[in-house]
């Protein structure tokens, strides 16, 4: 390692870094705005200035950029020299010259950058009296709020939307104090990532838009380590509260997962927490089909005695974790728990699970994505099922322009250099898809084709790489197949992609073949496998097949031998078709539902239980890697909202259920769950127990600023109320505890003297991107202990002659996920429910973009909107999953479409107001 001094104390630090990365890593004060840890340095905002020496005896030095400086043995700098200094408070100066003087009402005081860069730089007063340089602000969409007078044009917005993650329609736009950072009219931002400007940008010229609206500081926020339940990536999260309401989002840095960024729906989908949808209380349902509030208490007496003298089933869900399924099928019995999983979606787990086993593969983190070097996607939309990987997968096609900086000895983070270098050169990533994807733009080959068609093309590339040329291969119009084989075999680390969003088990089985054969051929080879909820996998390994499929639930009620039905958190009309569930909850005696927000199962239950939210509870998640991962409660739940674990522990303790009578904290089920299955040991080690402290004192969930304990409740009482004590969590409550070194588990939020905004975080870390100091926990499954789903699934009837069409599932990031859609803000993005369909279906049908069409298929009929996809195959129909009535069409069936003659178009209706108050 590189011997460097600065201001006349030496230090040791990795080799490859710049100044500015290496002042940080030692723990040293240097300001900065352009350069991120992520994107590297342009050297733009000239903050970083330090001075350079010669050798021991030049006493004068040169004026250096820090982040434009590699580290090189011998190498004398120094921050504190007066000439450095000036110039640092200089430059704040400048960039004060048309910032506004609003930080008491700006959103971002507090934890700015800008606040904290202006201190550490020594600059005060400013001597400007002239006019400030103004601009208009723009309507960016539902999510961010645009203030662009608070910009110092350091470029990092548009370094991150267009460079890092590949958005077109943010830019700058002129030049000197006319620059401008936004769109070229007022619109909806594009990219799915475009809520990290929140945090990239070091002042408040985009914000939090839910935020802002209803504002809080953010040393007056409770936060909590948690987990993104959006999908099966399982991003670090750092959700914020205040008066008992969920109030944003932050990222929580996890250097395998998702480093520094989030996803949109990540970052905004949560806020369904606070909805009005939120079930109020116990409620039973009257001969009238209302609900009325009752004891809990009684209710689950009631519950519990039903348990012993009826035949009870248990369904779980996908989308909770593994303790509240762990303890729902400890109280009906294994035999008597399902999943919740439909079929298909039960063998296309099952296909994942077997072709992780039986490839060889090693199964890739997000951070390990971002390092291979020849990428094949097979029918996976990742994008839409799993946004976070997409952004992994953008900086990995750059892996090539790194190598040919390499060569010319260019570090990786000289961004600029490098950019200018490579232009369009990229490592190879090919797609094979029934219709576009948004990551089309990187892609080096596209292959647009039916779900069967795409498992031809993944057999044809494992024959080309195993040697054999099969026929299909060599009738393919210039070997583009040859071409994929060729790039995986070159590369290094090649990474197969695909998963249970393209609904066929035979692009699995393909992607296995091909990783199969990179194996055998010596190659380090990753496959990753994506499912659509945040514990698939996880409730899967849980069930290890024992347990009774969807359909036999079903079959059980049309026999009438289902008298307690137990639903939790799992909305079976989005699972199912209607007139199935509809059955089966009129043919069950008695139907028992928790859930955390109103829902159409809900409303047909006999007795509604509300369930406490992610952020009000703990539990673990397994993600697409077989991560096992943990949520803790950011606040406490509204009475008499409790963790549905809780619930099912109780009812099972009033029915003396053995094994529940012993469970009397949530680190007891997690620990039985660990104990209970070799496939999931080790899972109660993912955080630190609830006995876990540093000095005998709990980690604080305030921070130290935290004000307004006793204002917050001076209509109740003048003195400050005793906090309340968490016994379930090694977490307070409070802003007293031990705020120190911690493991990252239990880092509620980032926070470091001279420090206030989310840039706080390399005070927390050994480097820049590197590890966090307090360490973490990684407990991961491992694939030889994966255990596969025994059901057999009937094969979907797909009718392919000419008047039919092939249902093909799709899925939009806003508006698929259950909860995330009932969020504000993201409803407003959620698309209407529809069917998309190629020019040529549509042509053929006579109907066009807002028009109807009814589907006829196994499961009865249903009409849709239509809306024209001219990427789609012509045989093929787009449907969107999680739309209402979605779950009435099963994907690879065939359909029959004709035109819907009584349609009504959007367009063409008219408002009340149009008509003085009269409904049309």
Not at 20 to 29: I, Y
Not at 374 to 380: C, D, N, P
Not at 710 to 717: C, E, I
């Amino acid at each position: 390692m590189p011997t460097i001094v600065i201001d006349g104390k030496e230090y040791e630090v990795p080799q490859g870094e710049n100044i500015l990365e290496a002042c940080l890593g030692l723990g040293l004060d240097l300001p900065y705005f352009c350069w991120h840890p992520a994107m590297g340095s342009i050297g733009s905002c000239r903050q970083c200035a330090v001075i350079q020496y010669q050798n021991p005896e030049d006493e004068r030095g040169k004026l250096v950029m820090g982040c434009m400086t590699p580290v090189q043995d011998g190498a004398r700098f120094s921050i504190t020299n007066e000439a450095a200094s000036s110039f640092r408070e200089f430059i704040i100066e400048s960039l004060m010259v048309n910032h506004p003087h609003d930080c008491p009402v700006c959103a971002e005081g507090g934890e700015c950058h800008l606040q904290d860069m202006t201190v550490m730089a020594g600059h005060r007063d400013r001597r400007y009296r002239g006019l400030k340089k103004t601009h208009r602000n723009q309507y960016l969409g539902p999510l961010i709020h645009h203030e662009m007078n608070r910009c110092i044009t350091c470029y990092r917005c548009v370094r991150f939307y267009k460079d890092y993650a590949g958005g077109s329609d943010l830019s700058a736009m002129a030049s000197h104090d006319h620059v401008y950072f936004g769109r070229h009219e007022d619109g909806k931002l594009e990219s799915p990532f475009s809520g990290n400007l929140v945090e990239v940008c070091p002042t408040g010229v985009f914000t939090d838009k839910h935020l802002v609206n209803d504002y809080t500081r953010k040393w007056d926020l409770q936060s909590a380590p948690s987990i993104c339940p959006g999908c099966s990536v399982g991003c670090n999260t750092s959700p914020g509260e205040r008066y008992g309401k969920l109030k944003r989002v932050h990222n929580r840095y996890n250097p395998d997962i998702n480093g520094y960024f989030l996803c949109d729906k990540g970052r905004f989908g949560a806020t369904y927490v606070n909805s009005e949808k939120r079930i109020p209380a116990v409620g039973r349902r009257s001969k009238d089909g209302l609900f009325d509030a009752i004891d809990s208490s009684q209710a689950l007496t009631d519950i519990a005695k039903g348990l012993s003298t009826s035949k009870v089933i248990g369904i779980g869900s996908p989308r909770t974790s593994i303790e509240t399924n762990f303890a729902l099928q400890n109280l009906v019995g294994q035999q008597n728990f399902c999943t919740g999983i439909s079929e298909t979606e039960t063998a296309l787990v099952s296909a994942c699970i077997e072709a992780i086993k039986e490839s060889g593969a090693k199964i890739p983190s997000p951070r390990e994505i971002e390092r291979c070097d020849a990428i094949l996607i097979l029918g996976e939309d990742v994008t839409n099922t799993a946004t976070r990987i997409a952004l992994s997968l953008r900086q990995a096609v750059r892996n090539e322009a790194f190598n040919m900086a390499e060569g010319l000895q260019l570090q990786s983070w000289q961004d600029a250099a490098t950019r200018m270098l490579v232009q369009d050169e990229r490592s190879p990533l090919f797609l094979a898809s029934p219709h576009a994807t948004q990551l089309d733009d990187i892609a080096e080959g596209i292959f647009n084709l039916s779900p069967s068609n795409i498992a031809h093309l993944g057999y044809s590339v494992a024959s080309l790489i195993e040697g054999k040329k099969d026929d299909a291969a060599k009738k393919t119009d210039a070997n583009d197949y040859g071409n994929i084989a060729e790039a995986l075999l070159k590369a290094e680390r090649p990474l197969i992609i695909s998963g249970t969003g393209v609904t066929d088990t035979s692009v699995i089985k393909a992607a296995s073949s091909i990783t199969s054969a990179l194996v055998a051929k010596g190659k380090e080879t990753y496959l990753s496998l994506i499912y659509q909820e945040a514990n698939t996998l996880g409730i899967t390994l849980l069930d290890q097949g024992q347990g009774p499929s969807l359909s036999n639930i079903f079959e059980q009620g049309e026999n009438n031998s289902i008298q307690t039905l137990i639903i939790v958190e799992n909305d079976l009309y989005r699972r199912a078709a209607k007139h199935k569930v509809d059955k089966l909850l009129q043919a069950a005696d008695q139907v028992i539902v928790l859930d955390i927000l109103d829902n159409e199962t809900c409303n047909q239950a006999d007795i509604v239980i509300p369930a406490s939210s992610f952020a009000e509870c703990e539990g673990t998640l397994i993600n697409f890697e077989g991560r096992a991962q943990r949520h803790f409660p950011v606040f406490e739940s509204k009475h008499p909202c409790r963790p549905s674990w809780e619930w099912l522990t109780e009812i099972g303790k009033i029915s003396s259920n053995k094994n529940m009578l012993e469970w009397q904290c949530f680190d007891d089920i997690n620990k039985a769950c660990s104990e209970s299955s070799s496939t999931l040991t080790g899972i109660n080690e993912v955080a630190p127990d609830r006995k876990y402290r540093v000095g005998g004192r709990k980690i604080p969930r305030q921070p130290h600023r935290y004000s307004g304990r006793t204002a917050m409740v001076a209509n109740l009482s003048v003195h400050e109320p005793k906090q309340t004590d968490d016994t379930e969590t090694p977490l307070g409550f409070t802003m007293e505890g031990h705020s120190g070194d911690r493991p990252g588990e239990l880092i509620p939020f980032v926070w470091a003297p001279g420090w206030n905004s989310n840039h706080s975080v390399h005070k927390l870390q050994t480097g820049s991107e590197g590890e966090l100091k307090g360490g973490r926990s990684v407990v991961k499954i491992e694939s030889k202990k994966l255990i596969q789903s025994k059901q057999q699934v009937k094969s979907v009837n797909q009718n392919n002659d000419q008047d039919h069409f092939i249902a093909v599932a799709m899925y939009k990031i806003f508006g698929t996920g259950e909860l995330s859609s009932q969020s504000p803000g993201i409803i407003e993005l959620c698309e209407s429910e529809s069917i998309e369909l190629a020019i040529e279906a549509a042509d053929k049908l006579g109907v066009s973009n807002g028009d109807g069409v009814t589907a006829h298929g196994v499961n009865g009929t249903v009409d849709l909107e239509v809306k024209i996809n001219d990427s789609l195959i012509s045989n093929c129909v787009g449907i969107i999953q999680g739309m209402p009535g979605a779950a009435n069409i099963n994907p690879g069936e065939g359909l029959s479409l004709t035109r819907s003659e009584n349609w009504v178009r959007r367009s063409e209706i008219i408002s009340s107001d149009q008509l003085g108050g009269k409904n049309v």
